[in-house]
Every structure is written in C-alpha cells, then in structure tokens.
C-alpha cells in the first residue's frame, strides 16, 4: 500500500514564493523601456523613407517640433556648371526633440517609418551627443559614416573647437582616419583630422 507524506506549511509558502519571484523577474525581463517624458524634452531617432530626410525635417518644423539632421555639403560637376547641394550625413535618420505627447505627431508625418529603438526599448539620445554630431557636421571637411565596426589607437584631440573630443586612429584604404563613436546614435564617424592635432591616450 503507498503513502506519501504532506509537505509542511511552511515548506509550501517557500516554494510559492520562488514560483511568485520567478515570474516576477521573467515579467522584469520582458518588460519593455520607454524613456519618452511627460514633461521634458528629450532626444530621440526616427527612421524615414529614403531621401525624405530635408521633407521630413520641413514638416515636423511646420509642426513646432524640434527636430535635426546633420547635412553636409557637396559638389558636384556637370558639363557647363558646377553645382553645390546639402545631402543628409546618415541618410534615413531625422532627430526629434519632444515630450511623450509629441510622439503620435511625429509618426503621422508623412515618409517617417518609425521610432529607432534599442530592441524593443525606446531609449533617448544624451542632448551632449547631438551636441557633439553637430559640432562635428560644422567642425569638419569630409565627414563620413564608418559602415563596419573599427578598433584602433586610443586618442584625443587637442586642436580646434572640439578639443577634448576622444576617439581612435585607424587606418582604411591606406590612409589614417580619426574615428569617433557616438554610442547612442549608434554610429562611428571617420573625420579627416591632420595627426598633430590627435594626442595619444596610451
């Protein structure tokens, strides 16, 4: 004949409270961020249709929303002219400055696709780092997005507007490149800097 023996009372509340723990840390897991405030004004990305960077900047500024996208100059040379344009430095990228209530508004402009996001959280852009992407669109000649993930020498600038700024030397295509990475915005920037102006951080 079998038996069994009943666990005690308190055994039973132990292993209801691991149950209850467990789920809740799955829960945490699971649960998404949204760093979008009621009342402060916070950076953040969006993603456009192709070569509606400037249309989109146009009417999300008609709308009273802040909003930014580093352009760069350039030249191009036709048989009886030149001509001299501004093309967006990350094609596909607006930045918007808003509050949560603004948020709606900007994914009803026409040619935005939809909010950048870091998995599935929303996380804002330290207002120092667009600071940073702008000095650098205004700072710079040359400027261009470093398509694959590069490592090099630690170094720092110490010549010009932006002195202070870290970043590493690398070499592409035969020639040494001052490279910067903006963490947040998800990007490396390959400025054309002379090397004395680059001190080493090794």
């Known amino acids: 004949m079998g038996f069994y023996r009943r666990e005690s009372t308190s055994t039973l509340e132990i292993k209801r409270g691991l149950v209850m723990a467990l789920r809740s840390k799955q829960l945490e897991n699971n649960k998404t961020?949204?760093?979008?405030?009621?009342?402060?004004?916070?950076?953040?990305?969006?993603?456009?249709?192709?070569?509606?960077?400037?249309?989109?900047?146009?009417?999300?500024?008609r709308k009273g929303i802040q909003a930014y996208v580093p352009l760069l100059n350039s030249t191009k040379r036709y048989a009886s002219k030149i001509k001299t344009y501004r093309k967006p430095l990350i094609n596909c990228y607006v930045f918007v400055c808003i509050t949560k209530s603004e948020y709606i508004q900007v994914l009803e402009t026409e040619y935005v696709i939809k909010f950048l996001k870091q998995r599935r959280d929303l996380i804002a852009i330290p207002e120092e780092?667009?600071?940073?992407?702008?000095?650098?669109?205004?700072?710079?000649?040359?400027?261009?997005?470093?398509?694959?993930?590069?490592?090099?020498?630690?170094?720092?600038?110490?010549?010009?507007?932006?002195?202070?700024?870290?970043?590493?030397?690398?070499?592409?295509?035969?020639?040494?490149?001052?490279?910067?990475?903006?963490?947040?915005?998800?990007?490396?920037?390959?400025?054309?800097?002379?090397?004395?102006?680059?001190?080493?951080?090794?």
């Open 33 to 61: 961020i949204n760093q979008l405030h009621e009342t402060e004004y916070r950076w953040f990305a969006v993603y456009t249709k192709y070569k509606a960077e400037k249309y989109v900047l146009d009417h999300l500024t």
């Open 129 to 202: 780092e667009i600071d940073t992407l702008r000095k650098i669109v205004g700072e710079f000649e040359g400027v261009t997005v470093v398509e694959d993930p590069v490592v090099g020498q630690p170094v720092e600038l110490i010549h010009g507007n932006l002195t202070g700024l870290k970043g590493i030397v690398t070499e592409r295509k035969g020639k040494k490149e001052f490279v910067v990475t903006l963490d947040n915005i998800g990007f490396q920037m390959a400025l054309e800097v002379s090397i004395d102006h680059l001190r080493s951080l090794q």
